[in-house]
């Protein structure tokens, strides 16, 4: 999704100020998210940013289990992800067949792994899966808004709910040793749409948004626990991935929705993959893949926690908040003179 030219002004003072950050030093730093030797769960693994994901994980040394529902996908999937290992003596590749949307399957995903990888939990969890089914509210069928909050947040929350009670409840301490002293890392994956819901999406954003709280929320909780177990939390906000799953979107998605994604260029697989993976060695727990993306996030930062010292996004959240006034109001207006010419067809 996009909002427009009209982001322009607010994307070049974005610019400015990371530029001036990176000038200065505040972004180089040694790498946070450390994956060689490390074993990490990623959901989705078998196609689109999941499969991505795995692969450059693969590259980077990682261990790699890709968890998706249909066995003939997961694995022509994991054969390709092997094949990037960057030490194929060592590197170990599974795949899991699950339905995530059942609340038994973050369980199964855990125990499974944790049995394969020598009875110790992963290191990294990594939610990748999720669709979008677009439309106008009234026209989507209420199965619909059900499978949505189960395939986009449901899913998510079963399986971290699964990795943190591995990771930290005390009854299962004989089996949460660390393979290292690196902290774990759970990773929730949302949507720009989070940021800023548009028309079309009233079934998809919500459960995006929840993925957003549950993130904001376990990132303050995880405090409660002893700094021998840290667990970091971190939440990754993509726009249009170009997919199979996005055509079959684009066959459902209103014509308006549409008319106001007309400037979002979109990313591959690869690149959004490539651009989370940066951001995470970065230490962020907020990332986004795209320059839309950081004017969308620091327009809706609220209480969710600053990447770095804050500095930076504190500005940048003035700045476009500023914008967000008049992109409210453009985009109002084009809906309204869209259902004067062409009604309520979306």
């Known amino acids: 999704m996009a909002l427009g030219w009209y982001w322009t002004g607010a994307l070049l003072c974005v610019f400015v100020a990371v530029l001036a950050a990176d000038i200065m030093g505040l972004f180089k730093s040694q790498n946070q ?10 959901t989705g693994g078998s196609q689109g940013m999941g499969k991505s994901v795995a692969i450059l994980l693969a590259q980077k040394g990682a261990n790699v289990v890709i968890v998706a529902r249909t066995a003939k996908t997961l694995e022509a999937a994991i054969q390709e992800i092997s094949a990037a290992a960057k030490s194929p003596s060592s590197q170990r590749f599974r795949h899991i067949s699950a339905d995530l949307t059942s609340p038994s399957a973050g369980a199964q995903i855990i125990a499974e792994t944790t049995s394969w990888n020598n009875n110790r939990p992963p290191d990294i969890v990594w939610n990748c899966a999720g669709s979008a089914h677009p439309g106008l509210f009234i026209d989507t069928p209420i199965e619909v808004l059900k499978s949505q909050i189960d395939t986009n947040y449901l899913s998510t929350a079963y399986l971290a709910h699964a990795a943190l009670r591995a990771w930290l409840h005390p009854a299962l301490k004989s089996t949460s040793s660390q393979s290292s002293a690196e902290p774990r890392h759970l990773i929730f994956t949302s949507s720009i749409a989070a940021f800023y819901p548009i028309i079309g999406y009233s079934a998809y954003s919500p459960s995006k948004i929840a993925v957003r709280a549950l993130s904001d929320t376990l ?15 971190h939440t990754i906000y993509p726009g249009t991935i170009f997919t199979a799953g996005l055509e079959s979107e684009n066959l459902l998605k209103p014509r308006i929705t549409k008319s106001l994604e007309e400037s979002d260029g979109g990313q591959t697989p690869e690149e959004v993959a490539a651009a989370s993976l940066k951001g995470l060695e970065r230490g962020e727990e907020s990332v986004v893949t795209a320059w839309l993306g950081m004017a969308m996030r620091a327009a809706s930062l609220g209480s969710s926690k600053r990447n770095g010292w804050g500095i930076l996004d504190t500005i940048m959240s003035w700045i476009v908040s500023v914008v967000m006034v008049v992109v409210r109001r453009d985009m109002d207006g084009k809906v309204r003179k869209w259902g ?3 009604g309520t067809e979306g």
């Open 33 to 42: 998210f450390p994956v060689e030797g490390r074993t990490v769960v990623v």
């Open 219 to 233: 990132s303050q909780e995880l405090q409660l626990y002893p700094a021998s177990t840290p667990v970091r939390t």
């Open 340 to 342: 004067k010419v062409h």
